[in-house]
């Protein structure tokens, strides 16, 4: 079930009451019902995910599941530049209970269908990276088993290690391409040292496509988005996951994997414009944030900028 949003989470500097000019995300942002939620304009929602179990299993450090509420508050305080028909909405969260995953992915997914029922953009904040599974079902039961669902996954691990014992943080795309032959996955940011070379050769055997982080610079950045344009191009519908431990931990120490080579934020950000503009693209994920871990709440707010960046796009983009 959806757990309401902390009181005070949406609150923040108020500059005017009202001039919009001088708004914030606090002073528009709805926090409506979700089964009576019937927005007539153009719409993102944003869904909470509070699970860390898929990281526990997968031995990874936990802390991501005190994300959503931490990701939330550094929104509240980013300037708002929308006019009145384009709306903002928080419905809450989903939580996963007694470590049963599965039951949170699911519920995570009906909530997911939900919302894209209602021509909504849902905008998930994780989470350990177990979202995405949840996020798939959601997109998956909406636009039904036939049409193709190609998935971009912005990563530094291809997080398809075997789910023999149990699923987890780093099972789920392998979940997902053994179940559906008609969703195709490419990850952008591998590291050669974050995976061994049993997953690099599944990679191979289950028709992955991938770019590795250190072929990505901001020089390169043109060819790169072509290829995204390509894969894009190959489906009917695609959803956009990113893991913050592809970047820099330099800029990014929250996460439950920090990585020295990770990839510049600016080539995140222009992965993130790229993918939500186009009119294909459904929904945007973040995970891996790990409050407990950061320093200065440097990842968390760099977190909210890039999830910033994904609303703005679904917002500004033509044809919706």
Not at 99 to 114: H, P, S, V
Not at 210 to 221: A, F, N, R
Not at 302 to 308: H, K, P, R, T
Request: charged residues 25%; aromatic residues 8%.
């Amino acid at each position: 079930m959806l757990n309401k949003v902390k009181d005070g989470i949406w609150s923040g500097r108020t500059d005017h009451r009202v001039n919009r000019s001088s708004f914030r995300y606090h002073q528009i942002i709805e926090l409506p019902q979700l089964d009576d939620y019937k927005p007539e304009n153009e719409t993102c929602v944003i869904i909470g995910f509070e699970s860390e179990e898929g990281v526990r299993r997968n031995k990874g450090k936990v802390g991501a599941a005190n994300a959503p509420d931490a990701l939330r508050s550094e929104l509240a305080n980013l300037p708002w530049s929308f006019p009145p028909h384009k709306q903002l909405a928080d419905i809450g969260s989903v939580k996963c209970l007694e470590e049963n995953l599965e039951e949170a992915q699911r519920q995570l997914g009906e909530t997911i269908t939900k919302v894209l029922s209602k021509q909504i953009t849902p905008i998930i904040l994780g989470g350990g990276h177990e979202t995405a599974y949840g996020h798939y079902l959601g997109a998956r039961n909406y636009i039904g088993s036939q049409a193709k669902l190609g998935i971009i996954n912005i990563d530094a691990h291809f997080d398809l290690r075997s789910y023999d014992e149990q699923p987890s943080s780093g099972t789920m795309f392998k979940q997902i391409l053994d179940q559906d032959v008609n969703s195709s996955y490419f990850v952008v940011g591998i590291q050669r040292f974050g995976n061994t070379q049993e997953l690099f050769e599944r990679a191979d055997e289950l028709n992955v496509k991938y770019i590795l982080e250190e072929s990505m610079d901001v020089s390169q950045i043109d060819k790169l988005n072509e290829r995204l344009n390509d894969f894009i191009e190959e489906n009917d519908y695609i959803i956009l996951t990113l893991c913050t431990d592809v970047l820099n931990a330099a800029f990014a120490p929250g996460v439950s994997a920090p990585s020295p080579f990770g990839l510049d934020p600016s080539i995140v950000r222009s992965i993130i414009r790229n993918v939500t503009t186009n009119k294909k693209t459904l929904s945007f994920d973040i995970s891996e944030v790990n409050p407990l871990l950061d320093e200065h709440n440097r990842t968390v707010k760099l977190g909210a900028y890039l999830v910033n960046e994904a609303i703005t796009s679904f917002l500004r983009r033509e044809n919706k």
